[in-house]
């Protein structure tokens, strides 16, 4: 099982990297751009993650290999997007999904080797997810897609809370991960095809 973790991770990392590399590509940044905007969703929440629980060293330090991943990502990108003009919108908004996926259940399942509430292990879960696609928005000068009308933090929630309920309800790990990754695709993945959004709140200013 932990082999699989670790393998789920790296593909969970590589996940996030292609889609900051993705991003580069499209904002025409240099190699270096590229592969800083792939770091910064594939490590950035894991980052904040162990920091908030206390791990040292973070993940990333202890373990090279999720750099490695990351370069090879970004020059894969490289190559890829040079055999290919146009890169579409949505190739860039499924491969973060799956990203999303992947690394929020990972989040919430280290959260709850560190601290036994389950409440933390969804909050840390949400927050491998998310925050590191926060970073990238940031340094783009983009308004997170966090903070807009996706439906995105609200697919790491249902997946995280069903891991977490899974768990607690005596689920094997592997079916309580699978139900949980399975969940937060799918609600993401919906939320693209079907260009699903939270309503926006528009208050009247006085004037």
């Not at 991003?23 to 950035?44: K, S, Y």
């Not at 373990?63 to 003009?85: E, K, Q, R, S």
Request: hydrophobic content about 55%; aromatic content about 8%.
């Amino acid at each position: 099982m932990t082999d699989l973790l670790y393998l789920l991770d790296l593909i969970g990392v590589a996940f996030f990297a292609a889609s900051g590399a993705m991003m580069a590509a499209r904002l025409r940044m240099d190699p270096f751009g590229m592969i800083v905007l792939a770091a910064l969703p594939a490590i950035g929440g894991g980052t904040l993650r162990d920091l908030a629980l206390g791990v040292r060293p973070v993940f990333w330090v202890d373990d090279p290999t999720y750099v490695l991943v990351i370069v090879a990502t970004a020059l894969t990108a490289m190559l890829f997007i040079n055999h290919f003009n146009r890169l579409p919108e949505r190739l860039v908004l499924v491969v973060d999904a799956l990203g999303l996926a992947l690394f929020c259940i990972i989040g919430a399942r280290k959260a709850l080797m560190f601290e036994p509430s389950y409440t933390i292990a969804v909050v840390m879960g949400v927050i491998t997810g998310v925050a590191g696609g926060m970073l990238r928005d940031i340094v783009c000068r983009q308004i997170p897609m966090i903070l807009r009308k996706e439906v995105y933090a609200t697919a790491c929630i249902a997946g995280c809370s069903l891991y977490v309920l899974c768990i607690h309800l005596g689920s094997g790990e592997r079916l309580a991960m699978l139900a949980g990754m399975s969940t937060t695709a799918a609600i993401r993945l919906a939320a693209i095809a079907w260009r699903l959004q939270l309503p926006a709140f528009h208050p009247k200013l006085r004037t």
